[in-house]
């Protein structure tokens, strides 16, 4: 039995995705890599089986308090400085997960949330950074959620985007 081949640098992104703690099934499809193969990988990595259980489609799924969204604007403003302008891709997201961990070893970032994070900044759809008109701090805004409807960072948390 003949494996399909698989691209050296997309073994190297897979890998380096699960390390960071993107969900196994969410880095095969973006690679076009089985689920068996990926399951397999990830056993081979960390010695354990993959997550089970439905997937959080949203990054407002992940973001529960006012310390959530404020980390998730701080990791979405370092995400367009290491984008910087370009075109999405797998290097810039890696990049942006792996600074932000550097950044902030007390608390890293959930590499699922920050992966639908990045897609969903990208897709330029709901998800946007906004300036706060009453504290002039960039926040993460996604209309209709809890936590990310309003700037995390206002003492009030009743800041406005401009």
């Not at 499809?29 to 089970?52: A, E, M, N, P, V």
């Not at 604007?73 to 290491?82: G, I, P």
Request: with cysteine; aromatic share 8%.
């Amino acid at each position: 039995m003949t494996m399909p081949a698989i691209n050296i640098k997309s073994v190297l992104f897979a890998c380096r995705l699960m390390e960071l703690g993107v969900r196994p099934h969410l880095v095969g499809h973006h690679l076009s890599i089985t689920h068996k193969t990926i399951r397999k990988w990830y056993w081979q990595l960390t010695g354990k089986r993959t997550k089970r259980g439905p997937l959080k489609q949203c990054v407002s799924s992940y973001v529960k308090t006012r310390s959530d969204a404020r980390l998730l604007s701080v990791f979405c403003l370092l995400y367009n400085s290491v984008k910087d302008g370009e075109s999405p891709s797998i290097e810039y997201r890696i990049r942006a997960i792996e600074r932000y961990n550097k950044l902030c070893s007390d608390e890293p970032i959930d590499g699922t949330m920050a992966w639908f994070a990045m897609v969903q900044l990208d897709s330029k759809q709901d998800l946007k950074l906004k300036m706060c008109k009453a504290c002039g701090v960039p926040y993460v805004h996604l209309p209709g959620s809890a936590h990310l409807n309003k700037c995390a960072v206002c003492p009030s948390g009743n800041g406005k985007s401009s």
